[in-house]
């Protein structure tokens, strides 16, 4: 947690201009129906955060570069960000930048890696594969990782889509379910009688929590109203909080100073 603490707030202390994307309808795209990461591909085009080539290609087999992964994460946690071209990104590389916003567990000790090439990751990303698969968000191909091989679209897709968990649109009662991780975008919602160890929150026109018991929630901006919700701990650097008798926070995480 205290690295995406990190990572969040040096982010939203360097924002720039980065065009909003219009809503994406994936029956447009000609390239998805049928590939392997359709599931994945289809929940970051609905939610805006794949919008292709504008010709109806989300060429999900195509090596993303390093810019290009940051801007499907910074749109995924409402970021901005200022797009420039760099190298294609290995999977070692995707993996690291996928642990620095949702991180959050931390491997015991006597936990090792089951890939087999394992050894052939850089040492300071190591740590990072560790957390992930810990964590179940990768798992390989045949026993392997391939650290330095290229990372398609779809595969990075596929890792923000598992790493990001449910995304929830609109008003929903629960009713005691269990997430474990969930993701709102969607302003003025309100989210009832959920369970979830990790939930991020664009909350920029007020999301309401009531009657939920939330492991982290990490809140960028705008306003959160809990309403007899308990909450283990908060990451909230530029949100307002609002709590009634009911709900408790048990650590609400400081912001960090530039």
Excluded: Q
């Excluded at 707030?9 to 390239?31: E, Y």
């Excluded at 794949?50 to 290609?57: A, L, S, T």
């Excluded at 070692?92 to 491997?107: K, N, Q, R, T, V």
């Excluded at 596929?158 to 449910?166: E, M, Y």
């Amino acid at each position: 947690m205290k690295k995406l603490t990190a990572l969040l707030i040096a982010a939203t202390l360097t924002l720039s201009v980065f065009p909003a994307a219009v809503a994406g309808d994936v029956s447009t795209f000609h390239d998805v129906a049928g590939h392997w990461g359709e599931v994945h591909l289809t929940k970051m085009i609905e939610a805006r955060i794949i919008v292709g080539d504008g010709r109806g290609y989300a060429m999900p087999d195509k090596p993303v570069t390093r810019s290009e992964a940051e801007v499907m994460v910074y749109k995924l946690v409402g970021l901005e960000y200022n797009y420039k071209e760099s190298p294609d990104l290995p999977r070692e590389g995707a993996i690291s930048l996928i642990y620095g916003f949702f991180g959050d567990e931390e491997p015991p000790l006597s936990f090792r890696s089951s890939f087999t090439d394992f050894d052939e990751v850089s040492d300071s990303r190591k740590y990072s594969v560790l957390v992930l698969e810990y964590m179940g968000l990768i798992s390989g191909w045949n026993g392997k990782i391939f650290p330095h091989d290229t990372v398609t679209r779809a595969e990075f897709a596929a890792l923000l889509s598992k790493a990001a968990g449910v995304f929830i649109n609109e008003d929903t009662d629960f009713e005691g379910a269990e997430l474990e991780r969930a993701t709102i975008r969607t302003p003025g919602i309100t989210v009832k009688n959920l369970t979830a160890e990790y939930l991020f929150v664009d909350a920029m026109d007020g999301v309401t929590l009531e009657g939920c018991d939330i492991g982290t929630v990490v809140c960028r901006d705008g306003v959160i109203h809990l309403v007899n919700t308990s909450v283990t701990e908060m990451l909230a650097p530029r949100a307002d909080v609002i709590a009634d008798e009911h709900s408790v926070i048990e650590r609400l995480l400081p912001p960090i100073e530039p």
